[in-house]
């Protein structure tokens, strides 16, 4: 068995990067790797880095898998868990921990005592777990004796998230609620009711505490993309609490996450295919964000045509309210706000950067959109071209590169 790292190495790590916290939370993910990329460590590492963490991992198990199931599980030794846990936690600092597949039933227990050591250092250091015990796939990813161990884990986290089936198996309880109690009772750990193998279009997830219940009802999504939902949403759980979200705001905040990566799947495979990790931008995340911006036009038709030209993708198309939103590549919305009493005046400007900005300017230019001017150095050290919408509105196309946020006279 590898030696623990000294608790104080632990605490020293968290201390001196305490004050990094709030920008970049540092969350230790426990769990096997899936090689097709949708679920465990891939979907964990995806979901924490889209908001804004630093992802570490102690590999539990290698597995050769797809979107049609789990070919083969080889699990790593308890040992080498260990070590990549001690490795991480004594030299970068761990704001919160997830668990996800856990690999063997000696595993769950070497790891449980790890926590718990950590625990007594940091009693306030979040642990979710993810009680892995089938692939969305239905393969098997738990045996008995592993889920046998599970107990010890739920010891020392601060909430599990199993599904029904899960939570069915961990308990033996057929109503969800009484299961649920039953391993808060038991454990101590709050108990996250997630309601995605319920039959219908109503979907209803509740979290249970010692002394509250908070539920969520929404919308099934139709779709077949959903491998490695779970794992994402416990990430997602790990990244806000270690941000210092209480835990009912926590879990919104990843079930508002996991709902966009659905809606954004990209379609990949043949069978339950992975999340849109990667466009869940600017859906969820810490503070004020700049996400719409509206503009007032005079004629509908002329500015959707404008807006379209540009690039950008529309996705609310209202002539009858005089109203149209369009998609920017980063998930930001801008919109037109048809108004024809309106006096627009050149006092705000609109900025769309783009890679492209030469030869996108010079293909605008010969379909015939007239250019204030074309692309142009400026002394800030952005590359920019200016045109007006139909309606009169300042837009600049540009180009700026690191030059937007970190130019030489940044304040910080």
Known sequence: MSTPVHMEQIVSGNAAGSAAVSST??????AGSDSGGGAGIQADIKTITMLGGHAMTAITALTAQNTLGVDA???????????QIDAVAGDIGVDAVKIGMI?????????????????????????????????????????EATVAAFGKLMKVATIATPNLPELKALTA??????GALHLVGEHGCAVLIKGGHEEGDALADALIETDNMTSWQGQRIDTTSTHG??????SAIALFLAEGSTLADAVARARAFVRVALLEAPGLGQGSGPLGHSQVRLDVGAGPRLN??????????????????LGLRQIVDSPENGYARFETAGGATMSVQIDPEQEITGTVAIYFECDDLDERVERLARSGLPFEHGPRNQPWMWREACLKDPSGNIV???KAGEARRFPPWRID
């Open 73 to 83: 599980v080889h699990p790593v030794p308890a040992e080498m868990v260990l070590a």
């Open 229 to 234: 939902t779970g794992c994402t949403l416990a």
């Open 173 to 178: 309880e057929e109503d969800p609620v009484a």
């Open 292 to 309: 719409q911006v509206t503009v007032t036009g005079h004629d509908y038709a002329k500015s959707v045509d404008f807006y379209r030209r």
């Open 25 to 30: 939370a540092r969350i230790l993910v426990i």
């Open 103 to 143: 690999g063997s039933a000696f595993t769950a227990v070497q790891v449980a005592a790890r926590l718990e050591a950590m625990k007594a250092e940091l009693p306030d250091l979040p642990i979710v777990f993810d009680p892995v015990m089938v692939a969305t796939s239905g393969s098997v990813l738990a045996d």
């Open 396 to 398: 600049f196309l540009y």
